[in-house]
């Protein structure tokens, strides 16, 4: 039964976007991203991370989609034009070079996690006999916490600078020229 | 050889060699100055001056022979030296005292012309050539005073040379010479290789070293005849003679009267010993057939120089005839009576042109001033002309009291004795010359009637308008002087006696016959008696009118165009030359140039081979190095998109790569 | 039974589709997209790897600064794009290609 909702939603993950990288309308594509983003959030679920979960649906989908929309949204009649208007259809030709290359890493990919299940690096074994994995029933929220303050309190504080020196470049990039 | 010690004698024989030398050098110098002739003459005045002082030390004592060493080939030296004895010092004598009165004449002759510096010049070269020609003590020495001479000639002889005519005439001139001059290279060449020396004194000495086989020695003597003939106008190179009177008229009176024609007879008469008999035989008869043609060629000439210049030609072939017989003092005795009544003739023939060419610009008539039909009656203009050339007409023809009579019967009479001792065919040289005589007489008093006696022949002198003059005394002076020259006081006291005349008791050979005395009677007498008839003669034809022989004959027609030698000569001779020359420049232009342009040609395909391999191999090499830099260059630039994207996609290939490689290998 | 295996073969595919829309898409916000997809496989791959690790929660932890990062990117990447398109008046990346020699 977990195996077909996990199942499920990876199917709905990669096939949204196998769809969204062939699809020309990018209205259409920013959507299909919001149902991936979504799907990923599930399968975080899967993998015993519920708090990253929520924490994308919030940040990801409810910020950066959302940005990402407003801003498709409320740029100039022309820009819109231009983004509608495509040479392909859906569905299109892919260029040959980069899906030689994408399959290229998927094939690799795909050998090397079938080659992990085999050889399982010793720190994951050595965690399973010590029973230090997390299990479904560990309050992750209060463990990222006490983390967060603890452990990573550097990369926390680092991330939020950057965060902010981010938003203010993109500010100061998108601001208003005075034509004189 | 006397030694080296220099005594006053020769000194003044070399000074007398070397002041017209001097002369030559400062006209030279002075250029466009030298216009009055003053270095000339000054310079002529005392080489006869040195002349005669040589000649009284050396005549009659004993000769003075000197030689320096010049130059050594090998083992053969070559000397330069001085031989003064009677034939040389009477000669310098002879070029100095008749050279002297033409320079002072060509002060009032060649008044005015614009190249008379020049003038001047070549008239001091050709004195001091002459000059150094008669002392010459070798025969090496003697030929280069020979081409001098030649030379200076052909500069006097085209002294007008924008005259097309005179141009044409000094290279006749010039190159007959060479012609004879050839001759007397390879006698003195045939007499060195065989006596070994070129000294004249040792040549014609007692005793003389022959290595000669047989005929060399007849081929010896005929070259130097050659020479005498060309330089002496015998038949047939007498061509040049006539032609050169294109130069000025004091020019033809010294050079080709007097003295350069006599140098050949001059040369005979030096190096005499060494011809043999056959030789001796070959001058005369050349001599005999000279004077007869050249006397036939004078009867109907018009041009009054050219009258002169046959007749100079014909009293050279009786020279010639005197040293053919062996009595060659008497050639030089003849040679010296010659110089004088024939310069003077010439003189007189001058001053008589330029009277009528005055006359002719004047009154602007078209005339020849030289044409004697254009003259006529001039004896009543020009008293003193008339009666110098009388006497020396009157030499020439050798009537009694003139120097000539002494020398030409002199000659005449040693030929019949001669004839006689010979016997047989030799008499025809003789009667020939008795022949001549009588034909001299006709030409010279045909001229001198045409001339001085008769009516006017121009406008403006027969009815009166106007008068000819005498020359002035720049002119007259010298022709009085050689007149009395002419006269035989000059050279004897005893007017009609050949015995007494101290030239040929100075020179003497010995005769191998005996004398005749009849002859020495009958000659003279007759040959006055001729002279008279023909004087008679030519006083009724040309003065009175009455023509007796008709004037368009063959005969005629012959003598008037010189036997017709010149276009004989230029359709033969220089034909010739020039159908060789044309061969040799076809030959040059196709088979020489041929080579070099078959050469070049090659050259040339060469080099379009190596171009090729250049531009094609080498230059093929280089591009191609070229063309694979730009092409990989090319491809290797497409990697330079600018696409953010292709930069993505190289950069994910080379990260699979490394993968797959680590994957592979790896497992 | 799901293994940390399917985890990596789904992490795997959304990284080569997000590889793929990269490389080959002619719109920069699809390439923008292709990018987040990247960084959400990447993530996959955090957090299934963290449920072994349970001491530090360094997975988790680290996913959630990548979804940090992954947000200032997009700001940063939108902003450099609309003044692009100010510049050269389309957003196809084929077009803008002066980043060569």
Redesign the interface.
């Known amino acids: 039964m977990?195996?077909l909702v996990?199942y499920a939603f990876?199917a709905i993950?990669?096939g949204s976007?196998?769809i969204?990288?062939s699809m020309q309308n990018?209205a259409r594509?920013?959507f299909l991203?919001f149902i991936?983003?979504f799907s990923?959030a599930g399968?975080?679920v899967?993998?015993?991370?519920d708090?990253?979960a929520i924490?994308?649906i919030l940040?990801?989908v409810g910020?950066?989609l959302v940005?990402?929309l407003f801003?498709?949204m409320l740029?100039n009649k022309?820009?819109l034009d231009?983004?509608q208007t495509?040479?392909a259809h859906f569905f299109a030709l892919?260029?040959w070079?980069?899906?030689l290359?994408?399959?290229?890493?998927?094939t690799?990919?795909?050998?090397?996690?079938?080659h992990?299940?085999s050889h399982?690096p010793t720190?994951?074994t050595t965690?399973?006999t010590a029973g230090?994995?997390?299990?479904p029933a560990?309050s992750?929220i209060q463990?990222?916490g006490i983390?967060?303050m603890t452990?990573?309190l550097l990369?926390?504080e680092v991330?939020?600078v950057?965060?902010m020196?981010?938003?203010i470049?993109?500010?100061h990039?998108?601001r208003k020229e005075d034509r004189t | 050889m006397t030694p080296l010690t220099p005594t006053y004698t020769l000194l003044a024989a070399l000074a007398t060699v070397l002041l017209p030398l001097i002369g030559f050098l400062l006209s030279a110098l002075a250029g466009k100055k030298a216009k009055s002739g003053a270095i000339g003459i000054s310079t002529i005045a005392l080489t006869v001056v040195t002349a005669a002082y040589t000649f009284a030390q050396v005549w009659d004592s004993e000769p003075i022979h000197v030689q320096w060493q010049w130059f050594t080939i090998g083992e053969q030296t070559f000397h330069v030296g001085v031989l003064l004895d009677n034939i040389s010092v009477f000669m310098l004598l002879l070029v100095a005292v008749v050279a002297l009165p033409v320079h002072i004449y060509s002060v009032a002759y060649m008044k005015g012309d614009l190249g008379i510096h020049r003038y001047w010049t070549y008239l001091g070269l050709f004195c001091a050539a002459m000059l150094g020609l008669v002392i010459a003590d070798n025969l090496l020495l003697m030929y280069i005073c020979w081409e001098l001479v030649g030379f200076a000639s052909y500069l006097l002889i085209g002294f007008w040379f924008t005259k097309d005519a005179a141009a044409q005439a000094n290279k006749r001139a010039f190159i007959i010479n060479r012609i004879g001059d050839i001759g007397f290279l390879i006698g003195f060449a045939i007499l060195y290789s065989g006596f070994g020396t070129l000294d004249i004194s040792t040549l014609v000495g007692p005793v003389v070293q022959n290595d000669l086989p047989p005929g060399w020695l007849t081929a010896a003597g005929l070259a130097f005849f050659l020479g005498a003939m060309a330089k002496s106008a015998q038949f047939p190179l007498h061509v040049w003679l006539p032609a050169a009177m294109e130069g000025p008229t004091s020019v033809s009176s010294l050079i080709h009267a007097a003295t350069m024609v006599a140098a050949g007879v001059y040369l005979l008469a030096r190096i005499f010993p060494v011809f043999d008999d056959t030789v001796l035989l070959v001058i005369a008869s050349t001599g005999t057939v000279t004077a007869l043609v050249a006397a036939y060629f004078a009867l109907t000439q018009f041009d009054i120089k050219k009258i002169l210049a046959f007749s100079t030609v014909s009293q050279l072939g009786f020279m010639m005839v005197g040293i053919g017989i062996g009595m060659y003092p008497i050639a030089l005795f003849h040679l010296a009576t010659h110089a004088f009544f024939k310069c003077l003739l010439f003189l007189c023939a001058g001053a008589v042109i330029h009277e009528m060419k005055h006359l002719a610009d004047k009154h602007r008539l078209g005339i020849d001033p030289q044409d004697i039909r254009n003259m006529g009656g001039l004896g009543r203009h020009m008293p003193i002309t008339f009666v110098t050339m009388g006497i020396a007409s009157l030499a020439l023809v050798g009537f009694p009291l003139t120097s000539g009579y002494l020398s030409k019967d002199a000659l005449l009479v040693h030929a019949f004795e001669w004839a006689a001792w010979q016997q047989g065919a030799a008499h025809i040289i003789p009667y020939v010359l008795s022949f001549v005589s009588i034909l001299t007489s006709f030409y010279i008093f045909r001229l001198l009637t045409k001339v001085f006696l008769g009516s006017a022949a121009v406008e403006p002198l027969a009815n009166g308008q106007t008068k000819l003059h005498d020359p002035s005394t720049w002119m007259a002076g010298p022709m009085l002087f050689l007149a009395v020259c002419s006269l035989f006081p000059l050279f004897s006291f005893h007017p009609l006696n050949d015995g007494h005349v101290w030239l040929l008791q100075g020179i003497g050979v010995s005769k191998p016959w005996t004398s005749l005395p009849l002859l020495h009677l009958a000659i003279p007498i007759g040959s006055a008696f001729a002279t008279l008839v023909v004087a008679a003669m030519t006083w009724r034809w040309y003065v009175k009118g009455t023509y007796a022989l008709k004037t368009e004959g063959p005969l005629y027609r012959l003598s008037f165009h010189q036997g017709y030698l010149d276009g004989l000569y230029d359709r033969v001779v220089v034909g010739a030359v020039l159908w060789v020359s044309r061969a040799l420049r076809w030959l040059d232009a196709h088979v020489v140039d041929g080579l070099v342009h078959g050469f070049a040609a090659l050259g040339r395909s060469l080099a379009a081979v190596v171009a090729w391999i250049d531009r094609r191999i080498v230059d093929g090499l280089v591009r191609f190095v070229g063309k694979l830099a730009w092409g990989l260059g090319n491809v290797i630039r497409r990697t330079q998109t600018g696409r953010l994207q292709g930069y993505f996609g190289s950069l994910f290939l080379l990260i699979l790569a490394i993968l797959l490689y680590h994957i592979i290998v790896q497992a | 039974m799901i293994t940390l295996t399917h985890f990596l073969v789904v992490s795997a595919c959304l990284f080569s589709i997000g590889l793929y829309a990269v490389m080959a898409r002619r719109n920069a916000i699809i390439v923008l997209v292709g990018i987040e997809l990247i960084i959400n496989a990447a993530m996959l791959n955090l957090v299934a790897f963290g449920r072994y690790d349970a001491e530090r929660y360094g997975g988790q932890a680290f996913a959630l600064f990548a979804i940090v990062l992954a947000a200032a990117g997009v700001a940063v990447a939108l902003a450099i794009i609309l003044n692009v398109y100010k510049h050269y008046k389309t957003i196809n990346p084929e077009d803008i290609n002066q980043l060569k020699d």
């Open positions: 977990q195996a996990f990876a993950a990669i976007a196998v969204l990288v990018l594509a920013l991203f991936v983003l990923v399968l975080y899967f993998a015993l991370a708090f990253v924490a994308q940040i990801y910020g950066v940005l990402m801003a498709f740029s022309t820009l231009q983004l495509g040479t892919p260029v070079q980069a899906l290359i994408s399959c290229g890493f998927l690799i990919l795909v050998y090397a996690s079938v992990l299940g399982q720190w994951i965690a399973e230090s994995t997390i299990a560990d992750t463990h990222i983390q967060l452990r990573y990369p926390f991330i939020s950057l965060l020196m981010a938003l470049g993109a500010a990039l998108t």
